[in-house]
């Protein structure tokens, strides 16, 4: 049976990622991207689908509820992955009024929407919609920072420490009530830094290989310890992919990658292996340094996959040193082009 599935966000990066994934594994599927195409978005990114049949982008804003009813009205439906967010730490602590819009009152909108067209009265589906599914893009941000022991687990309490992550975890609460109260069939997956095609340029990894081939400084917070568990994006999609197709409904899943390292390691790695694609007189590392800490910089990050990994058979494929060289090529093509 043919599903109409609304992705939001998609031009960006791992909502992009996904949609290129998931429409080659399901041909019966048709994915309708809604996305504003901010700063974070980027046509380029779905370049390679633009054409295709069972694909549409239509651009306007999750905020703009008359626009998301009216997606509904045409076409019905059946399930949504809501990527869409201002997701840049940064950019929260300079105006944080942006995210409490767009990751609060957008996912609100989406959901109270959905449950409208689906839904009968609490508990109670309409007829067609019974498998019908929300499933909401979270981040492992919200539960605030680890010490140098432990992981965080599904159980974990939230800590929030930014606009950005106290945004996401609003919304993480606000998908949780529709679960308890109207009985709708949501599910919520939390990730670890994602990395790899596609992403941003303003974030690490592509910043540290964007400044080092331009031979400019190469800019990294504090005393480069802070530690995050880096997950390639491709893993990310299967992992979204499995909770979305099998997960128990009202259920969190963590996604991460086991694969903790400091910036400061990142730095010097990706370094070393421009020194051996790119090589120049001196070695890039000479490039590498240190700035000003950013306002309630989370000491370290890292997620507890065995629920999902246990449960629904979610596996990553890469480690950091295999997923970092397929990301360091992607983005020489990407600059030398």
Not at 158 to 176: C, E, G
Not at 210 to 224: H, L, Q, S, T, V
């Amino acid at each position: 049976m043919n599903k109409n599935i609304l992705i939001t966000g998609g031009l960006g990066f791992i909502g992009s990622n996904f949609i290129e994934y998931y429409l080659e594994k399901y041909p019966d599927h048709s994915i309708f991207n809604l996305d504003k195409l901010t700063y974070a978005g980027e046509l380029s990114n779905l370049k390679h689908i633009k054409n295709n049949s069972r694909y549409k982008w239509v651009k306007g804003d999750i905020c703009d509820k008359n626009l998301v009813n009216s997606l509904f009205d045409e076409y019905n439906f059946s399930h949504i992955i809501h990527f869409a967010a201002e997701s840049h730490v940064d950019n929260s602590i300079d105006s944080p009024d942006q995210f409490i819009n767009t990751n609060v009152i957008g996912t609100f909108n989406l959901i109270d929407v959905a449950r409208q067209y689906w839904m009968k009265a609490p508990f109670e589906l309409k007829k067609g919609c019974e498998t019908n599914r929300f499933h909401y893009i979270s981040t492992d941000e919200v539960y605030g920072s680890l010490g140098k022991e432990g992981l965080f687990t599904e159980d974990t309490p939230y800590a929030p420490n930014s606009p950005y992550s106290a945004s996401k975890a609003s919304s993480d609460f606000l998908v949780r009530s529709y679960f308890h109260t109207y009985g709708m069939n949501v599910i919520t997956t939390n990730c670890s830094n994602n990395y790899g095609p596609k992403q941003h340029d303003e974030k690490l990894i592509p910043t540290i290989i964007r400044k080092a081939i331009n031979n400019e400084e190469i800019p990294i917070y504090g005393d480069g310890k802070n530690v995050r568990d880096w997950l390639y994006v491709l893993d990310h999609c299967k992992g979204i992919d499995l909770a979305f197709q099998n997960g128990k409904s009202g259920e969190t899943y963590n996604i991460g990658g086991k694969n903790e390292r400091d910036n400061f390691y990142i730095a010097n790695k990706i370094c070393s292996v421009l020194d051996v694609l790119k090589p120049q007189e001196k070695p890039y590392k000479d490039l590498i340094t240190f700035v000003k800490d950013r306002p309630g910089h989370d000491f370290r990050y890292a997620i507890d996959a065995t629920k999902i990994e246990t449960e629904l058979g979610w596996l990553a494929s890469e480690n950091f040193e295999t997923g970092i060289l397929k990301t360091v090529h992607w983005y020489l093509n990407k600059y030398s082009n």
